[in-house]
């Protein structure tokens, strides 16, 4: 199987591209892919925990924490989520923090890279 | 190289896809992209199929829209995510996001 | 001042981005305002669609299922049934070859009013005659 | 002296939409005009306590804190923040929270609107 | 109506502009909008410039993309937030931000 | 895999969005990847603009004074001083009218590298040689 590095700029809440990061990242991991998924700008504010999911809002922290649970590996900007209030032992458990480095690292070993732009 | 390209937009604002050069050239068609595959305007499917034959479009972003598969032009291909990542795999090389 | 009409329209659209879905909801808001205003006093939001904002209105949508979230379709239906004005372009429809009775009504949940298809001028009346607009 | 709504929606970060409103709204508070400012969608973000401001970043705190000082009255969307794992105590001392007719009457009462869209 | 419109790209997705009629039309560049007032594009102006005779432009949002005033086209006035807020308050009744 | 080329194409301006920048910040992380890879492992990414792209890069910036922020000016600079291959598309600088001599360069600050403008087909080539591509 192969490996597949997501990197996700959008933000969560309504946007939808965050939407398709995740389902992508969920079917690859169920064809067994191993995939990483790093965060940066706007997607940073996915990782703070305790969303409320309403019903006219998707949310960020069900999908991920399905993800983690499954074995994808996620990583938030740690300069974009500080830089954004949010520190480290307010964001979900089981996300990594670091710098945009790591995404390097995992591009480096993926034979699959997707970085999906916009705000 | 074999690229495939998503595309998450009706009216783009970059004409990337215009230059960029492939010898297998693929386009998925995802979001608001989707609209290239259902929608005519003024009677007029969309340039971006002309493009290329590998055409896709994913289903869940059609139907979300209240757009039907029957309503998609018959060159795409509707896929589901998980033929995207099995296109990502086996179609293509490098994947690009406009 | 007692009425005070906004133009609220919508160009993108929905699904891809918030903005256009928050437009909605907006205008909708219109009808608890008055727990913040004096009495007599109201906000009366037209909600319009034109160019790409046409696209997201088509009945059927299935987004609870797929996404989890309430479709536009959904809060279509709630604009008709807190007696909103909705204007969509016909123009607009037109050129996207989307059929009028493709458009979302709330007539089995016992609703007044209907998506009105106008010509682009009505909407270029309703941003005329509101207080503000507002575009999304 | 009039009075401004302006609404903003785009997120804080990086985001200069989101700067224009708060330099708008300082120079319209400057004029001895009346401000008040809606968060809804990206810019609720924008109202969670302790963002670290870093060079390579617009910061939404200060700008904010400066305005609410000069009688600014700033007011954010409560599902979309909440949506965004926010709640009220973690966020900025000084910022209303409430739905979105808050935003409608404070059209209401205003002799000028600006809603600044985009995500 | 008089109605100031701020547009703050510089392609632009929407053709509101085009549609919408006002006897007296403002437009105020800001952001990536102000590359109508500066930046030809294969030698032509903008478009936007000939739409109106009231046309402003963000000095700040010239200068932090390395723009000069003196870059800007003589139909198109240099103005700052103070200014912008005096337009918005003295000179026109509605704004939109496209 | 020895070294990975990575392709990072900013097609969209400077400032009103953070992805644009954004890029610029990934690119130069390149530098101090290394301490999470094994030895003899590399990054080396090619940081291209066009289209829209191009507009943002002009000298005399005035981000920090007017706004507060690192200008891209000066994130180009140390793109220059890490040795990073920076290539700008001669073609969309010529339909903006920028002179190749408005771009930012470090020679003040001792860097080797300059800005390279190219033409598209250089840009195409980065892109096909790359092992990965990245569209900002």
């Known amino acids: 199987m192969g490996k597949l590095a997501i990197g996700c700029f959008p933000g969560l809440v309504g946007n939808m591209t965050f939407d398709f990061a995740m389902k992508l990242a969920d079917a690859a991991a169920d064809k067994g892919h191993s995939v990483s998924i790093w965060f940066s700008g706007n997607a940073t504010g996915s990782v703070k925990a305790h969303q409320k999911h309403l019903k006219d809002y998707s949310t960020g922290e069900k999908p991920l924490l399905a993800l983690i649970a499954k074995g994808v590996e996620i990583c938030t900007c740690e300069a974009c989520t500080v830089a954004r209030g949010v520190q480290k032992p307010e964001s979900i458990e089981g996300v990594q923090w670091n710098a945009m480095h790591w995404y390097l690292a995992r591009v480096h070993a993926a034979d699959r890279v997707l970085l999906i732009g916009g705000e | ?98 | 001042m007692g009425d005070v009409k906004v133009a609220m329209i919508v160009q993108k659209p929905q699904y891809k981005g918030e903005t256009s879905r928050l437009a909605i909801t907006h205008a909708i808001s219109y009808q608890t305002v008055e727990i913040l205003l004096e009495d007599g006093e109201t906000v009366t939001p037209k909600l319009c669609f034109i160019g790409e904002g046409v696209l997201g209105l088509q009945k059927g949508q299935n987004a609870m299922e797929l996404y989890g979230i309430t479709s536009t379709e959904s809060h279509m239906k709630n604009t008709l049934l807190v007696d909103l004005d909705v204007l969509v372009c016909k123009e607009d429809l037109d050129k996207y070859g989307i059929p009028e009775d493709a458009m979302p009504n709330a007539d089995e949940m016992g609703a007044d009013k209907t998506i009105q298809v106008v010509p682009f001028a009505e909407i270029q009346k309703a941003i005329e005659e509101a207080n503000h607009v507002m575009f999304f």
Request: glycine residues 6%; aromatic residues 8%; without cysteine.
């Open chain 2, 1 to 98: 190289m074999k690229l495939g390209v998503f595309v998450s937009d009706f009216n783009l604002t970059v004409d990337t896809l215009d230059r960029l050069k492939a010898e297998k050239l693929g386009i998925i068609l995802v979001q608001n992209g989707v609209y290239h595959a259902t929608t005519k305007v003024s009677g007029k499917a969309s340039s971006l199929l002309d493009k290329t034959q590998n055409l896709y479009v994913l289903s869940d972003d059609v139907q979300i829209r209240g757009l039907k598969v029957e309503d998609v032009d018959k060159r795409v291909k509707v896929v589901n995510y998980s033929d995207i990542v099995d296109l990502m795999f086996n179609d293509y090389d490098k994947t690009a996001w406009l």
